[in-house]
């Protein structure tokens, strides 16, 4: 999609063609859906929080400026979105902000299981990264969603420091932790790094494709 | 390096963000020690599994509630505008203004949500549409109700623009002159009409000009100040005491009309005068909505409007993305 184009739809949606708003709502509804996903860690509130973004969104679309790109926006919603929903569910985000603050030496490890998803969910497509996924589920939400922010979606530090109004040194030292905590969990599940190895040992070799073959992706 | 040092580094190694000469040695190290080379190894495969991790299908039936949402939101903005003037191209953004009308209350609410990027959005002509609002009872009930609790919470935010034009074009005002004094009387200080030392009933009487030149139904102003609860420490400046009096005034001539036909041209009238669109809302209650041209141009008028050293404790602000909201509240004694 072409900026020219995504420029075009935004301008209709803020005119209020509904045509172009159902466009829109195809062209986001999986990245958003995803975000909410891996902040919330269960499909009932990444349903509900994904809607709540688009309602957000068919709103405030009017009021969408073009400073940040499109997406940018969208993103910043979404986690808007979903940390109201936890904050509302439990202070748990803000309690657990303000215990990392309390400490001297930086932020303190915390980790607070989170919901996982049903077990259906679990195994039915490919069960590694699905198992990765529910160890990252585990990991508190401050964490979780810092880490895939960075590792999966490759934002930099600085973006992820202005969606989160976080310092880029609080970024940064809550990424490491993610990243320790998650390894933690990946060592203790016992077999799990080693399948993660053989992965990206067949794919650095070349065989029989890559990972996104092996993933069907 | 040893090992400890090492460790502390793996990260900023991971990011690149070593100086060469750290990671010179981070390597060398690393070359030698199993351990550290596993740890560092272990990391990488981690970021390559986090970042390769698949994206989840949106499942059919969110994306269907999604739609669903979004249609009964678009009904329920379904705001049926009274007037509403073309837009000047020249305007970067736009602020809105809100009043909602309360039987013995007013409250005022301020969204100013700049707009810069749609000019041409802000070109059309707003035709509007009895039939949703035939029922002048029910407005009226839903402003008392609202009053009754006190005050509202939600800050509405404008589709006037979405509003499809079903219905005739909006009869011509006949009393522009006196809607232009209320107009200003709004909007500037000091005011051109402004009674000395106004009482509330004063006030009633002395804006009536609109009122009075069109066929307003009998019931008197009194029927809708039904006792409400006081707000919540809601102590108005005396400074402020004659703009809230005088909108409130505004306010009641249009609630003295119980034929919701002339309620809308009333409104109309109004509004064209304050070069906004006035509209009712799905809720039934009535809410003008004031472009301004800028953010910082709507609070200073609003500012002006208020005497100014009390404005801030009836503004709250509140930001959802890149838009910022600012609400102003205000309950008349």
Not at chain 1, 50 to 79: A, D, K
Request: hydrophobic fraction near 35%; charged fraction near 30%.
């Amino acid at each position: 999609v072409s900026e020219k184009d995504e420029a075009l739809l935004i301008s209709r949606c803020k005119e209020g063609d509904d045509e172009a708003f159902s466009l829109l709502i195809e062209r986001y509804q999986q990245k958003v859906y995803n975000t909410a996903f891996r902040m919330m860690g269960n499909y009932h509130d990444a349903s509900d929080c994904t809607q709540e973004v688009f309602l957000r969104i068919f709103r405030s679309i009017r009021s969408f400026r073009g400073e940040s790109s499109f997406s940018t926006w969208v993103y910043h919603i979404t986690v808007n979105v979903c940390k109201d929903e936890l904050r509302s569910r439990s202070r748990h985000i803000d309690e657990s902000i303000d215990e990392m603050l309390q400490t001297s030496d930086g932020e303190r490890h915390k980790e607070i299981a989170a919901d996982c998803p049903e077990p259906s969910e679990i195994y039915e497509t490919t069960e590694l990264m699905d198992r990765l996924q529910v160890l990252i589920n585990e990991l508190d939400p401050n964490y979780r969603l810092i880490l895939l922010m960075r590792e999966h979606d490759e934002l930099s530090y600085q973006e992820i420091a202005d969606t989160l109004g976080l310092s880029i040194g609080t970024v940064k030292s809550r990424i490491n932790r993610a990243r320790i905590a998650l390894r933690k969990k990946i060592i203790a599940d016992g077999k799990l790094f080693a399948e993660i190895e053989r992965l990206y040992d067949i794919e650095n070799k070349g065989k029989d494709g890559g990972i996104g073959e092996l993933l069907g992706i | 390096v040893n090992c400890l040092e090492f460790k502390e580094k793996i990260f900023a190694y991971l990011d690149n963000e070593l100086e060469a000469d750290a990671a010179r040695q981070f390597r060398a190290h690393m070359a030698g020690c199993t351990s550290c080379r596993e740890e560092v190894r272990q990391y990488e495969l981690l970021q390559n599994a986090v970042h390769d991790m698949p994206e989840r299908e949106c499942p059919e039936e969110l994306s269907q509630k999604i739609r669903a949402a979004i249609e009964a939101e678009r009904n329920k903005q379904k705001v049926i505008p009274l007037y509403k003037k073309p837009w000047m191209r020249t305007i970067a953004a736009a602020a809105a203004f809100v009043i909602f009308v309360g039987a013995g209350s007013v409250i005022f609410e301020n969204i100013f949500a700049a707009n810069s990027a749609a000019p041409e959005s802000q070109k059309s002509n707003i035709t509007s549409d009895y039939d949703i609002m035939a029922d002048s009872d029910l407005v009226e009930q839903e402003v008392v109700s609202s009053s009754a609790t006190g005050l509202f919470s939600t800050a509405y935010s404008y589709t006037a623009d979405e509003v499809t034009s079903a219905a005739p074009e909006i009869a011509e005002p006949e009393n522009k002159k006196d809607n232009a004094a209320v107009n200003e009387s709004l909007m500037s200080s000091p005011p051109q009409e402004k009674p000395d030392a106004p009482t509330s009933d004063e006030q009633k009487n002395s804006l009536p000009a609109n009122a009075a030149d069109t066929p307003v139904s009998p019931q008197s102003p009194s029927e809708l100040d039904v006792p409400m609860p006081q707000a919540p420490a809601q102590t108005v400046p005396a400074s402020t005491k004659e703009e809230l009096e005088r909108a409130k005034a505004v306010a009641n001539v249009r609630l003295q009309v119980s034929d919701t036909k002339q309620a809308c041209q009333e409104l109309a009238e109004i509004a064209k005068n304050l070069e906004c669109a006035a509209e009712i809302n799905a809720d039934g209650l009535f809410c003008i909505e004031l472009e301004l041209l800028d953010y910082d141009a709507a609070y200073k008028a609003i500012c002006e409007m208020k005497s100014l050293e009390e404005i801030e404790k009836f503004i709250s602000r509140d930001k959802i993305g890149e838009m910022e909201y600012t609400v102003l509240r205000i309950w008349c004694e």
